[in-house]
């Protein structure tokens, strides 16, 4: 996970043409007893990806040699379910930068933008074409410009505006962190717990009693 | 101003919000476990930082933890490892945990309400998307990714860019064997397993207010199975009085001081809400879902959709649905089959739950052809459980009474479902493989999952009442 910052983005992409792709299909629990962040893309999709037996289900889009790249394109709702981030780390591990849908869960985009991996919303319709265009030819190149929001699908030129704030947009382009941020601000922080009405904000106390 | 109960608490403890961006909102309690933990506390140490305000965050020990012998070491390596280290994280620095052996361990939205640590008015966030069930106290809760478990340990506060509101009303009388978990999933039905993203959800109404405490967990439990950030209820006597006296609740002076200032928690009669839905609660049956996500539920005399019923558009994942399910459009889904009944979860595993499944099957025996599991939220569950002689109850019925945990509701531990196997579960995610790989779970209420124990399929628990 050394990518930090993302700017432009100009590749071939891979079609996962599924709605409500939930995180127990980006990554199984059983795959979550790990400490680290690293190593997760092995088991993307894991139960898709693979039969019981470990060989690879040749059916499934990411066994295929044809289709390659930093871009994965997923149908509606992607990303639903369980918070795990270990769902963002699996994908970008995997090798993406980009996931594009035309509807995203809250948190799974949440994670994403806390991992560089920017998730862009196409309308329904453009959605349509993009996945037509890279169905039909693996060598389609997508291009996701970051600094002007747009994306391109380069064998038609049609382009899209998408939507990204402009906070996490800048910490996207110079790869800041959240808690960079925050850490900034501690004063504040602070200032604001001490007008914090207190009673609010007792600690769980030590009960002692066990 | 009019405001919402969201927006009350929401202003209340917004630090600053960024130009064009975010706001930084301060977070009154963090709940931690085992599993979406450690990499937060790797990015502490890699910072070289303390945990901010370790007394604000409760760890405990619920997702990968066995649910038998639970005295003896973890089996598996890797969870015995995962578990470790969140005890030397606790100790190292300065995390109060309820680990495996404490008498308050639990799932994690289970301990917090019955310690008295979830209060109204409260900013509550976990490594887990079910933290919603601390909404049914009129608090903010909702579930983050581990980069924010990681914000919240160092600085106490997380960047949130406010959601949109929705209000469901429910009003009127259940029916019979209808019960909250019924309501829910009637409602995620309704709205789809998406309907609700980027809304928090207050539910209100009549229906809503006649419930206990632990039943408006349930449905506060699964706002996120619609997409919602988080669900949440006015805290009102109900809730007060499930409060009063419990561990970390307030005391004395403090406690009245307390109830005047979450009196003041409710939406103000004119607030605004960006959605608001109206549900009669006398047009809901007992559910039960049929597919590979919270949305596909039904009424129990109802049928899988046909066909035709289906837009061309959701064609392609209704199919894929129904094949991984071994079930046929258009068919009923009383009288299917199960193999399996798990009655457990953050869900569905407190102790009215445990409580309304043994006065149903007081008497009762399971069928022959199926594995029942009773899997207790907490310790504390789990011992009331035994005071009150329910684990006889379930013991004569032939039911497995284990030990608290997540246990099959994601099938981390052993407590997996056999593939192609058929599972009625009182949990909330019916995802292909969530209960164990090629697992096919059957979402249902603690009602309606012991009556299939007894009858070892599918049926209409008021023909039994
Ligand atoms: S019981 Fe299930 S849904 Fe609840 S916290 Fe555990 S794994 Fe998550």
Redesign the interface.
């Known amino acids: 996970m050394s990518n930090k910052s993302i700017n432009t983005v100009h590749s071939t992409a891979v079609p996962l043409n599924v709605e409500n792709v939930d995180t127990d299909q980006i990554i199984p629990a059983r795959f979550l007893k790990a400490t680290s962040r690293d190593g997760f893309g092995e088991n993307l999709f894991r139960d898709w990806r693979y039969n019981t037996d470990g060989s690879p289900k040749k059916d499934f889009v990411l066994n295929n040699p044809a289709w390659a790249g930093r871009i994965l394109v997923a149908a509606k709702n992607f990303g639903c379910g369980s918070s795990r981030e270990h769902a963002a780390w699996a994908i970008k591990d995997a090798g993406f930068d980009v996931v594009i849908s035309s509807f995203f869960a809250d948190i799974f985009k949440n994670n994403a933008l806390n991992n560089f991996l920017l998730p862009v919303t196409v309308s329904e319709d453009f959605l349509k074409d993009i996945f037509t265009a890279i169905e039909k030819d693996p060598s389609t190149v997508i291009t996701v410009d970051l600094p002007q929001q747009t994306i391109t699908l380069e064998p038609t030129g049609r382009k899209e505006k998408f939507d990204i704030n402009n906070y996490k947009k800048t910490c996207l382009l110079n790869g800041y962190d959240d808690i960079d941020y925050l850490l900034s601000i501690r004063n504040e922080i602070e200032s604001f717990e001490s007008n914090f009405c207190p009673s609010d904000n007792e600690p769980v106390v030590r009960s002692g009693s066990h | 101003m009019a405001k919402t109960l969201f927006e009350k608490i929401w202003d209340?403890h917004v630090?600053?919000t960024?130009?064009?961006?975010?706001s930084?909102l301060?977070i009154?309690?963090h709940f931690i476990h085992e599993?979406?933990s450690?990499?937060a506390f790797?990015?502490l140490e890699k910072?070289g930082m303390e945990v901010f305000?370790p007394?604000?965050?409760?760890a405990t020990a619920d997702?990968?933890v066995p649910t038998i012998d639970q005295h003896l070491p973890i089996k598996?390596e890797?969870?015995r490892?995962?578990v470790q280290?969140l005890i030397a994280n606790c100790a190292r620095y300065g995390v109060?945990l309820y680990g495996l052996g404490?008498?308050?361990q639990g799932i994690v939205h289970v301990i917090g309400p019955e310690l008295g640590?979830t209060q109204p008015?409260?900013t509550i966030v976990c490594?887990?998307?079910h933290t919603s069930t601390h909404g049914a106290f009129g608090a903010i809760a909702f579930?983050?990714?581990?980069?924010?478990v990681?914000?919240v340990m160092?600085?106490?506060?997380?960047?949130q860019?406010k959601?949109k509101l929705m209000r469901i009303n429910v009003e009127g009388q259940l029916g019979k064997g209808v019960v909250s978990k019924d309501i829910i999933l009637y409602i995620i039905g309704m709205t789809t397993?998406?309907g609700a993203?980027?809304y928090f959800v207050e539910y209100a109404g009549s229906a809503i207010r006649n419930l206990s405490m632990e039943a408006r967990m349930t449905i506060c439990n699964m706002s996120?199975e619609m997409?919602a950030?988080g669900g949440m209820i006015a805290p009102d006597q109900t809730t007060f009085a499930y409060i009063k006296g419990r561990?970390?609740a307030?005391k004395g002076a403090?406690w009245d001081?307390?109830v005047a200032?979450w009196s003041e928690l409710y939406s103000d009669p004119d607030a605004r809400f960006d959605i608001e839905i109206n549900i009669d609660a006398a047009d809901i049956e007992p559910m039960v879902t049929y597919g590979t996500?919270p949305g596909m539920g039904i009424g129990i005399t109802g049928h899988i959709p046909a066909l035709t019923e289906i837009s061309e558009k959701?064609k392609?994942?209704f199919l894929?649905s129904l094949a991984y399910m071994g079930l046929q459009a258009g068919a009923p889904i009383k009288g299917r089959k199960v193999d399996y009944v798990f009655i457990g979860s953050c869900t569905n595993s407190r102790i009215e739950d445990l409580r309304m499944v043994a006065s149903f099957v007081k008497g009762r025996h399971k069928s022959k052809d199926t594995e029942v599991w009773i899997v207790p939220g907490s310790k504390q569950v789990e011992k009331q459980a035994i005071e009150e002689g329910l684990d006889k109850v379930f013991e004569e019925a032939g039911f497995h009474l284990r030990q608290p945990g997540c246990s099959a509701c994601?099938?981390?531990n052993e407590d997996k479902i056999p593939?192609g196997k058929y599972c009625i579960s009182t949990s909330n995610?019916n995802?292909?493989?969530?209960q164990g790989?090629?697992a096919r779970t059957l979402l249902a209420s603690p009602l309606t999952a012991a009556l299939a124990a007894i009858t070892g399929e599918v049926a209409d628990v008021r023909e039994y009442l």
Do not use: W
């Open positions: 209340s630090v600053k960024i130009e064009g961006g975010p930084v301060y009154d309690k599993v979406t450690p990499q790797k990015g910072r305000r007394r604000q965050i409760v997702h990968n598996d890797l969870s490892l995962q280290q109060e404490h008498p308050y640590i008015g409260m490594g887990d998307s579930g983050i990714g581990t980069s924010e990681e914000m160092a600085t106490q506060c997380l960047l860019s959601p397993a998406s993203t980027g996120i997409g950030r561990e970390f307030p403090e001081k307390k200032q996500n959701e392609p994942g894929k994601l099938g981390m593939a995610r995802f292909e493989g969530r790989p090629n």
